[in-house]
Structure formats: C-alpha cells, structure tokens
C-alpha cells in the first residue's frame, strides 16, 4: 500500500521561503518506475501541478513557477522536498503531494494536501 | 496543450445518466486522466488512458474518447457522487488539469 504525507508550516509571510516536505512509504525502484509530485490547488480553485521527481534524477518543473521552485529527494528518509521562493499571498492553496509511475502515466495515489496560508 | 471542461456544473437527480466533457487544445491521443474530488478531500484518481477504469471504482464510470475529445460518464448518478471532477493531460508538461466540473446531486 501506498501513502504519502505532506508536511510544513502552516503560515508564511510574503517574501519568505516555502519548504515543504513528503514522506512516503510503499514506494520502491524495485517495483516500477517512482515519481513523485507536487500539485497545489488555491481555495474553490483548480488543480496545478507543480513539480515531479524521479528516482533516476530527472525533474521537471511548470514553467509558470520554474524560476521559484526547487524539488529533491532523500531516498534513505522515503522524503521529497518541495521549496518556492518569494512566496506571496495569491500562493495561499491546499499543496499535495502525489505518486506517479512514470510514463504518461497518471498521479495514482495523492497526500492528504496541506493547507498554506501566506500572510503578514 | 490546454483543457476545457464542459459544463462547468451541473445538476441531476439520483438514477441520471451524467455526462462531463473535456477538451483538449490539440491531439493528446488516449493521454488523460479523470479524478472525483469530494469535498475537503484529495483527488482520487478514477480513470487512465482516456478508458480504463481504476481499481475498486464502481462500473458506473466510464471513460472515452481520444484525439482533442473525451467524456466522462456516470451511468446512473448516486448521492456518493457529489464531487467536482477534473481531467488531466498526462503526455506533456506542465501536465495541465482541467478547470473542473461541479456535480450537484438533487
């Protein structure tokens, strides 16, 4: 079975830096390709993807944030990091963390999202 | 590639057949995804390739379409079915979703 759990501050002010953290489990290399995802979704709004990682190392990120946003992984933890710079108050969404295979594949299993707000 | 959701929502009783549209700005060939998000929940990930169905999702569901056009259908609505539904292209960045579609059970 696989779970993931997002993780990070409920509040931030404008300007700051946005670290967030995902700890999965049940995710292997040995099973099948593992990515890992960032979407964020603002109040009553849409979905946006945000940000992926691969195990071998390839990342990808929405040109629309690109320059703002820095993702990693730490294998050993089961954790993927997700920071954005500069935040501000339009940033104020629910953010998910979310597997995917590889591939076209789809996002399979998500986080239960995290809600931040940015303010002063 | 942008999606467009259609309509944006809607309204049925208990026992409709419900049917959401999405499109896709150029031919993204079977490469979308739906998901149901209930209210204050995560997405949770309905159907694949345009037509297959996930597993543990009830047979009501079903996908098709494939090109610049897809459906989704929920052959008989039930209450459990409130929930705004999204799609997803899934063969290239930034993976864009759709703008969502609103489903009212009456």
């Known amino acids: 079975q696989i779970t993931l759990k997002e993780s990070g501050p409920m509040l931030v002010k404008p300007t700051q830096t946005l670290t967030l953290t995902c700890t999965f489990s049940?995710?292997?290399?040995?099973?099948?390709?593992?990515?890992v995802g960032w979407i964020r979704q603002p109040p009553g709004k849409a979905l946006e993807w945000l940000a992926l990682?691969?195990?071998?190392?390839?990342?990808r990120y929405n040109p629309s944030v690109a320059s703002r946003l820095t993702i990693t992984k730490d294998t050993s933890n089961n954790q993927v990091v997700l920071t954005m710079t500069n935040m501000d108050p339009v940033d104020t969404a629910t953010y998910y963390c979310?597997?995917?295979?590889?591939?076209?594949?789809?996002?399979?299993?998500w986080g239960q999202g995290t809600l931040i707000t940015v303010s002063s | 590639s942008q999606l467009t959701q259609s309509p944006s929502s809607l309204s049925a009783s208990v026992g409709d057949r419900v049917t959401i549209t999405c499109r896709a700005s150029q031919d993204i060939s079977i490469y979308l995804a739906w998901y149901q998000q209930k209210p204050g929940k995560a997405p949770k990930l309905l159907i694949s390739?345009?037509?297959t169905l996930q597993s543990g999702v009830p047979s009501r569901f079903s996908g098709s379409g494939s090109g610049t056009d897809f459906t989704l259908t929920i052959s008989s609505l039930q209450p459990e079915d409130l929930a705004t539904y999204y799609c997803?292209?899934?063969?290239?960045?930034?993976?864009?979703f759709g703008p969502g579609t609103k489903v009212d059970v009456k």
């Open positions: 990682i691969y195990w071998h190392d390839e990342r």
């Open positions: 979310a597997h995917r295979p590889g591939g076209f594949s789809p996002f399979e299993s």
């Open positions: 049940g995710l292997s290399p040995s099973t099948g390709v593992v990515g």
């Open positions: 997803q292209q899934l063969n290239a960045y930034p993976l864009p």
């Open positions: 390739a345009a037509s």
